[in-house]
T-cell receptor, first 115, second 112 residues
Framework: EAGVTQFPSHSVIEKGQTVTLRCDPISGHDNLYWYRRVMGKEIKFLLH????????ESGMPNNRFLAERTGGTYSTLKVQPAELEDSGVYFCASSQGSGGYETQYFGPGTRLLVL | AQSVTQLGSHVSVSEGALVLLRCNYSSSVPPYLFWYVQYPNQGLQLLLKYTTGATLVKGINGFEAEFKKSETSFHLTKPSAHMSDAAEYFC??????????FGAGTILRVKS
């Protein structure tokens, strides 16, 4: 069974540009999460989809970030326009169930550098 | 408010020595606890998790952790470190639904 995949693995862009990150969850997983780790900081939750609906987006930093999950399959996270402080590693995870104790399976992350 | 605290951002052990990585949680969090590991240039991988039942949890690669409610701790141990254990380790709890709150991480270095 394929794991969570993310694309691209690395992205280097200039301040003010737009970047779109993609996540493909494990097939059949209704839950999809985005997390971010800024250098030197903790891994922080960004948002949670259940199928195509945003269940919780309390961790989204500001309105420059837009996440979508059309059709309840893959998800995209767009940053527009990118700022220097957006640099970090963006992780996607997926899980099945809603009890709070389900294992979240993580992708390898996208390393974003904004210059 | 921080839900989990990992003591020690860096831990160094010799190959073959005991590995002990510390995690304390806030008493208000649900009794579900996770340890994840991130090997260099890879994503996070679940090592083990505590949900209910037995307080000593065994995970992959010889790791285990014990849930101690009286001490609000969930320390990760391995009797004998191997070079391949060098990685960053994260303690985490679910909060406000399914989202995970992570500790700051502990980088484990294994010396030959």
């Amino acid at each position: 069974e394929a794991g969570v995949t993310q694309f691209p693995s690395h992205s280097v862009i200039e301040k003010g540009q737009t970047v779109t990150l993609r996540c493909d969850p494990i097939s059949g997983h209704d839950n999809l999460y985005w997390y971010r780790r800024v250098m030197g900081k903790e891994i922080k939750f960004l948002l949670h989809f259940v199928k195509e609906s945003k269940q919780d987006e309390s961790g989204m930093p500001n309105n420059r970030f837009l996440a979508e999950r059309t059709g309840g399959t893959y998800s995209t996270l767009k940053v527009q326009p990118a700022e220097l402080e957006d640099s970090g590693v963006y992780f996607c995870a997926s899980s099945q169930g809603s009890g709070g104790y389900e294992t979240q399976y993580f992708g390898p992350g996208t390393r974003l550098l904004v210059l | 408010a921080q839900s989990v605290t990992q003591l020690g951002s860096h831990v160094s052990v010799s190959e073959g020595a005991l590995v002990l990585l510390r995690c304390n949680y806030s008493s208000s969090v649900p009794p579900y606890l996770f340890w994840y590991v991130q090997y260099p240039n890879q994503g996070l991988q679940l090592l083990l998790k505590y949900t209910t039942g037995a307080t000593l949890v065994k995970g992959i690669n010889g790791f285990e952790a014990e849930f101690k409610k009286s001490e609000t701790s969930f320390h990760l141990t391995k009797p004998s470190a191997h070079m391949s254990d060098a990685a960053e380790y994260f303690c985490a709890v679910p909060r406000g639904g399914n989202k995970l709150v992570f500790g700051a991480g502990t980088i484990l270095r294994v010396k030959s």
